[in-house]
Structures are given as C-alpha cells and as structure tokens.
C-alpha cells in the first residue's frame, strides 16, 4: 500500500510500531511532512520503523520536547530533514553546544570545554546510528 497525503502525518508512540506502505508526496504542490515523536517524556523513545520508502518534504524526527527514533530499511527522499529530541545536551552543559557544533566558528570548537563534550555527543550519535543500521534498533537490542 501507498500512503499519499497532503499534510502531516503523525506517528506518536511510546510502543515500537511499524509502517509497511510507501510513503509518498502529494501532488499538486501540496506539501507533506512526516513526524516521529515520543508521547512521554522522561523514557527512550520507541522506535518506528518504516519497510517501504519515504518521499516527502520535511522528516521530522523528535520535539523539543519529546524525543523520537525512526529506523529507515529502504530510500527516504526528503529534501528537508530535522533531528530534534529535547535540548538535554545544551541543558547539561549550560549552554547551546549544538548551535557551536553546527555553525560555530573555529575558535569556539577548539575551546577544552566545548572539543570534549562535542567530541562525545558526535561519538554517541555515531555509535547509536551504527548500531541500528546492524540491529535494527540504535538501543543496540
């Protein structure tokens, strides 16, 4: 089956679930975003899992308020995709690593106190996206 839909579809859970039909973009100009949140807070997100490919123009993944995990096993076309998952890093450290990791200046990565908590959010987002490319689940299970 293929989904075709103009607007945005939500996929909100706190159980693993998954969508077997294709997704594809509306016709017309019309635009179509795919949202994959967490319902509660305070828990690791369940994955969703998508078996058959995405198209659309905006993929979001997680709120600033609630986390979100999505394992793709075939394409996703989307010219427009967004991580998001709460700020618990910037909220940690007191302060927004994530704005100097992406458009920071030189000088400001090479700070001791910005390289090391930098260095280990890039080696845990590498690690759980490794793992659910070989699980299927980047919780490694």
């Known amino acids: 089956a293929t989904i075709t839909n103009s607007g945005t579809l939500l996929f909100d859970a706190t159980d693993a679930k998954s969508v077997t039909g294709a997704i594809s973009e509306a016709a017309d100009g019309d635009t179509t975003e795919v949202q994959v949140i967490n319902s509660a807070n305070g828990e690791a997100p369940s994955v969703v899992t998508f ?3 995405v198209a659309a123009d905006t993929l979001t993944i997680g709120t600033t308020t609630y986390g979100g995990a999505a394992l793709f096993e075939e394409a996703v076309t989307t010219p427009t ?3 998001v998952g709460g700020d618990h890093a910037n909220e940690i450290l007191g302060f927004r690593i994530s704005d100097i990791m992406f458009d920071g200046s030189a000088e400001d990565l090479k700070q001791t106190s910005v390289t090391q908590p930098a260095i280990f959010l890039h080696s845990v987002i590498l690690a759980l996206t490794s793992s659910a490319r070989r699980t ?3 919780w490694g299970t």
Do not use: F
Request: aromatic share 0%; no cysteine.
């Open 51 to 53: 078996t058959s490919t």
């Open 136 to 138: 299927g689940s980047p």
């Open 81 to 83: 995709i967004n991580v």
